[in-house]
């Protein structure tokens, strides 16, 4: 069977990985060939050698060079190139990960010529048509001929929306796989001895949402908010460049004393991940740190108004604040008296999920 996994950004890297490693394991019994696909360039700084030693997978195989800010100019790119790639590559089967215009691009091409799609991360929703990633995600699980989805919620979503049922498959969240795997690797990284970090008395802080960056009223609220209310614990922010930059510029117009929220690089993968899981509560925009939150029992703020995997907010540690300062107020307050909510974790998050979307691929294959 030759396989074709193709990501479109930094975030999909970790959710194929546990993918590449299920095929590594299986593919000399299983006659199987993967190539992993880039629709990207090959400079990217956000890919650091670092990101693929600590998940222990190679670097992309192909990249279709692609880089717009114009995402229907770029989608438009993306299908050209692939199409190329598929006109010079045998392939059994795509999969495709998540919501993004490439994601959509590669899913539109596959199934022109007539190659099997399968989707991970399938069944996601905010319902807000006028989000460009919600037509993204209905053009994707429409087209797919295989949906992997995370979670009971995300599997009704997709039966609701006319899927049949023999085609959509509760596998679980593919992050945990990462977690599971990579859990001896992981120890304290360099920066909780140099700034005296100890575990459980810290705030994380994230933010890559381009919408509240660009609202930057309502980003110093958020930014008052969670310098005030996290009493005398620290706020540790490995921020990008841009979200770092939009941060200290805010700080400078409103002379906000930012002193106890500490901008420090980004962290690696491995680093990262350690941070958020002994840290007494995260707050921010990303749907994968809530959903590793979860998995680590981390009380987790999210600066949105919806999740794509609602099981975090249902069973898991996540609370949904949106940009309201006073819902945020209250949050940081629970987190900093230890007064969070009763938390679980959701049905198959155990670290299998790529042992079950490989076993259901060859099945298919099969059939």
């Given at each position: 069977?030759?396989?074709?996994?193709?990501?479109?950004?930094?975030?999909?890297?970790?959710?194929?990985?546990?993918?590449?490693?299920?095929?590594?394991?299986?593919?000399?019994?299983?006659?199987?060939?993967?190539?992993?696909?880039?629709?990207?360039?090959?400079?990217?700084?956000?890919?650091?050698?670092?990101?693929?030693?600590?998940?222990?997978?190679?670097?992309?195989?192909?990249?279709?060079?692609?880089?717009?800010?114009?995402?229907?100019?770029?989608?438009?790119?993306?299908?050209?190139?692939?199409?190329?790639?598929?006109?010079?590559?045998?392939?059994?089967?795509?999969?495709?990960?998540?919501?993004?215009?490439?994601?959509?691009?590669?899913?539109?091409?596959?199934?022109?010529?007539?190659?099997?799609?399968?989707?991970?991360?399938?069944?996601?929703?905010?319902?807000?048509?006028?989000?460009?990633?919600?037509?993204?995600?209905?053009?994707?699980?429409?087209?797919?001929?295989?949906?992997?989805?995370?979670?009971?919620?995300?599997?009704?979503?997709?039966?609701?929306?006319?899927?049949?049922?023999?085609?959509?498959?509760?596998?679980?969240?593919?992050?945990?796989?990462?977690?599971?795997?990579?859990?001896?690797?992981?120890?304290?990284?360099?920066?909780?001895?140099?700034?005296?970090?100890?575990?459980?008395?810290y705030f994380v802080f994230t933010l890559n949402r381009k919408v509240l960056m660009a609202d930057e009223k309502k980003l110093y609220r958020v930014l008052a908010t969670l310098v005030s209310s996290t009493g005398h614990l620290p706020?540790?922010?490995?921020?990008?460049?841009?979200?770092?930059?939009?941060?200290?510029?805010?700080?400078?117009?409103?002379?906000?004393?930012?002193?106890?929220?500490?901008?420090?690089?980004?962290?690696?993968?491995?680093?990262?991940?350690?941070?958020?899981?002994?840290?007494?509560?995260?707050?921010?925009?990303?749907?994968?740190?809530?959903?590793?939150?979860?998995?680590?029992?981390?009380?987790?703020?999210?600066?949105?108004?919806?999740?794509?995997?609602?099981?975090?907010?249902?069973?898991?540690?996540?609370?949904?604040?949106?940009?309201?300062?006073?819902?945020?107020?209250?949050?940081?307050?629970?987190?900093?008296?230890?007064?969070?909510?009763?938390?679980?974790?959701?049905?198959?998050?155990?670290?299998?999920?790529?042992?079950?979307?490989?076993?259901?691929?060859?099945?298919?294959?099969?059939?």
């Amino acid at each position: 069977m030759n396989i074709a996994i193709v990501v479109g950004a930094r975030p999909n890297f970790i959710k194929v990985a546990p993918i590449l490693r299920a095929v590594e394991k299986n593919k000399s019994s299983q006659n199987l060939s993967v190539k992993l696909v880039y629709t990207g360039k090959n400079d990217d700084s956000t890919l650091e050698d670092s990101l693929f030693c600590d998940l222990q997978i190679r670097r992309p195989d192909i990249y279709l060079d692609v880089d717009c800010e114009n995402l229907n100019e770029l989608t438009g790119k993306v299908m050209s190139e692939f199409e190329v790639y598929l006109q010079h590559n045998a392939t059994d089967v795509v999969i495709v990960v998540d919501d993004l215009a490439s994601t959509m691009a590669v899913s539109i091409v596959t199934k022109k010529h007539g190659i099997l799609l399968a989707h991970i991360a399938a069944g996601t929703r905010s319902f807000d048509i006028t989000m460009p990633k919600e037509i993204n995600r209905l053009v994707i699980d429409g087209l797919s001929d295989i949906l992997f989805t995370a979670g009971i919620s995300n599997n009704s979503i997709a039966n609701k929306e006319g899927a049949e049922l023999s085609k959509v498959y509760m596998v679980g969240n593919i992050l945990i796989d990462n977690i599971r795997h990579l859990q001896h690797s992981m120890q304290a990284p360099s920066l909780m001895e140099k700034m005296n970090l100890k575990e459980g008395e810290y705030f994380v802080f994230t933010l890559n949402r381009k919408v509240l960056m660009a609202d930057e009223k309502k980003l110093y609220r958020v930014l008052a908010t969670l310098v005030s209310s996290t009493g005398h614990l620290p706020v540790i922010a490995p921020l990008r460049t841009k979200a770092a930059e939009t941060v200290y510029r805010i700080a400078q117009s409103e002379k906000l004393d930012i002193s106890k929220l500490y901008l420090v690089e980004p962290q690696g993968f491995l680093d990262f991940s350690y941070l958020t899981a002994h840290a007494r509560c995260i707050v921010t925009d990303s749907g994968n740190v809530a959903e590793e939150a979860t998995f680590n029992q981390i009380p987790c703020i999210t600066l949105n108004d919806y999740t794509e995997n609602i099981e975090t907010v249902k069973v898991g540690t996540n609370v949904l604040v949106g940009e309201d300062t006073d819902k945020l107020n209250r949050a940081l307050d629970d987190a900093v008296k230890g007064t969070w909510k009763k938390t679980g974790i959701p049905d198959r998050w155990d670290g299998r999920t790529a042992d079950r979307i490989l076993q259901i691929l060859l099945d298919t294959k099969h059939k």
